[in-house]
């Protein structure tokens, strides 16, 4: 079973900047699209954004659209999200995994955007 670990995670300042990676364990990863999301306290897990296996198409969640940029190295096995702009409202655990055909989610890395 693929496995997946999450890291880049913080505390940030408002207006202030994260890179998310996430590696995974074997190189079937490539053959497919993965997803960045979120699971804020209290709430539940949210889908942020999705990449083609060959990262030439991406979606975003409307809440993060031209503040986050999902991106991979099919090569390294590694999905990255750039976080932009965040806001206090993007405070949560990230995790990634498969967009449509899932493994067993990873531990995720903590983001707080807090002043």
């Known amino acids: 079973q693929v496995q997946l670990v999450e890291s880049g995670g913080g505390l940030v300042q408002p207006g202030g900047s994260l890179r998310l990676s996430c590696a995974a364990s074997e190189n079937i990863f490539s053959i497919y699209a993965m997803a960045w999301y979120r699971q804020a306290p209290g709430k539940e897990r949210e889908l942020v954004a999705t990449?083609?296996?060959?990262?030439?198409?991406?979606n975003y969640a409307d809440s993060v659209k031209g503040r986050f940029t999902i991106s991979r190295d099919n090569a390294k096995n590694t999905v990255y999200l750039q976080m932009n702009s965040l806001k206090p409202e993007d405070t949560a655990v990230y995790y990634c995994n498969g967009a449509h055909v899932r493994t067993a989610w990873g531990q995720g890395t903590q983001v707080t955007v807090s002043s």
């Open positions: 990449i083609t296996s060959g990262g030439t198409s991406t």
